[in-house]
C-alpha cells in the first residue's frame, strides 16, 4: 500500500500547550524535587503536523480547537513549521494543557498530566467537508475518541474522507485513555480507517497479546495497515493478519521522548504520500522519532521565524 502521490495531508486532532519538566529520579512526594522546565507547542495531532512539514510534506493543515487564552500563539508556531492552520477558537474553554513529567535517569521516559480543554471539544458542528479539498491524506488524533463532541466528529469526518477516496490513519494516542474508552467500542469507532499506528502498549492492549508482532498482525485483520511503534525496538509492519517487516530503531541519545511516536508517524505519512511503501515509510517514521528524542518537546527542530512564548496568554 502506497499513499496517493501529490495532495495535502489535513490533520484533526489536539492542539495543546505542554509543560516539560524535567526531573532526575524519582519525585519526591511533600517536598520539593529540581527541574528544568519549560513551555512549549504541543498535542498529539499538531506534533504529527509538524514532523510531516518538517520531514518534507509540501503541503500540511491542522484541524483543531484551542481557546482565545492561546489561539495566536498556536497559529503562530504551526506558520512557523511551514503548517497552515485551521483552528477554531472556542469561546468559553482554554487551550489544553499536558504537564509532562520527563525522568532523565529513567531513558527520559515521560509521565502525563493532561487537562484537555478546548480540544475534546472539537465537535461535528466545527467540521466543513470542504476542509478535504485538495486532500490526499487525512490523519485523525485518537485523542478524538476521549469525548462525545469529539468521537461525532470523528465519525463525520471519517465519512467525509470515505466519500471522497480520501485515506484515513489514526493513531489511538493513549493507552490510559483507551482502558476508560474499552476496547471493543475503539474498535467500532474506528471501522473506516486504513492505516492505524498504535504504540507497543495501546497494540497489546487492543488484542489482550503480549507480543507487539502478535498484536499488530491481530489488528490487521480488521485494519488494513496496521504499524506498531515500539520505541528503541522500532516498529512492526502488519497486513491482512500477518507481520510483513520489523522496522528497526535509528540509534539515540535520548533527553525527552515526548512526541516520539508523533514523529514517528509524521515521518511515516509524509514517506507514504511521496509513494513509498510501508515499511520504507516505517523506516523514514524511526529516523524522525530518533531525531525527536533527543530534543525537548514535541516538536522538530528549527523552525522557521518561530516565536518562542512571546504572545503567549
Not at 481557546?67 to 504551526?78: I, K, V
Not at 490523519?139 to 471522497?164: K, M, N, Q
Request: proline share 6%.
Amino acid at each position: 500500500m502506497t499513499g496517493p502521490r501529490g495532495g495535502a495531508l489535513l490533520v484533526a486532532g489536539d492542539v495543546i500547550t505542554d509543560v516539560v519538566a524535567r526531573h532526575r529520579g524519582p519525585l519526591a512526594a511533600g517536598t520539593d524535587t529540581a527541574a528544568a522546565i519549560s513551555l512549549v507547542p504541543g498535542g498529539a495531532g499538531a506534533n504529527v503536523a509538524c514532523w510531516a512539514a518538517h520531514r518534507g510534506c509540501a503541503d500540511v493543515r491542522m484541524f483543531g480547537r484551542v481557546g482565545a487564552d492561546s489561539a495566536a500563539w498556536h497559529e503562530r508556531e504551526l506558520a512557523a513549521y511551514g503548517v497552515r492552520p485551521f483552528l477554531v477558537v472556542d469561546p468559553q474553554a482554554p487551550t489544553g494543557t499536558v504537564v509532562c513529567l520527563v525522568d532523565t535517569e529513567a531513558s527520559a521516559e515521560r509521565t502525563f498530566l493532561t487537562d484537555s480543554g478546548a480540544s475534546l471539544r472539537l465537535g461535528p458542528e466545527d467540521w466543513q467537508d470542504s476542509l478535504l479539498d485538495g486532500v490526499a491524506w487525512l490523519h485523525l488524533s485518537g485523542y478524538l475518541l476521549f469525548s462525545d463532541p469529539s468521537r461525532a466528529l470523528v465519525a463525520r469526518a471519517i465519512a467525509s474522507a470515505r466519500a471522497r477516496g480520501v485515506p484515513v490513519s489514526l493513531d489511538p494516542a493513549s493507552s490510559g485513555f483507551l482502558k476508560g474508552l474499552g476496547v471493543e467500542r475503539f474498535l467500532t469507532l474506528v471501522e473506516g480507517v486504513d492505516v492505524l499506528l498504535p504504540s507497543r502498549d495501546e497494540a497489546c492492549l487492543l488484542t489482550g497479546l503480549a507480543d507487539t508482532g502478535d498484536a499488530a498482525a491481530e489488528l490487521s485483520r480488521r485494519v488494513p495497515l496496521v504499524v506498531a511503534k515500539q520505541g528503541a525496538a522500532g516498529a512492526v509492519v502488519a497486513r491482512s493478519g500477518a507481520v510483513r517487516a520489523r522496522v528497526p530503531a535509528v540509534p539515540a541519545a535520548p533527553c525527552d521522548t515526548t512526541g516520539a511516536g508523533d514523529a514517528f508517524t509524521g515521518g511515516f505519512l509524509t514517506a507514504l504520500l511521496m509513494g513509498a511503501e510501508p515499511e520504507e515509510a516505517a523506516a523514514q517514521g524511526a529516523r524522525a522519532g530518533a531525531t525527536a528524542v533527543e530534543r525537548i518537546g514535541g516538536r522538530p527542530p528549527e523552525a522557521r521565524g518561530r516565536t518562542g512564548t512571546e504572545g503567549l496568554g
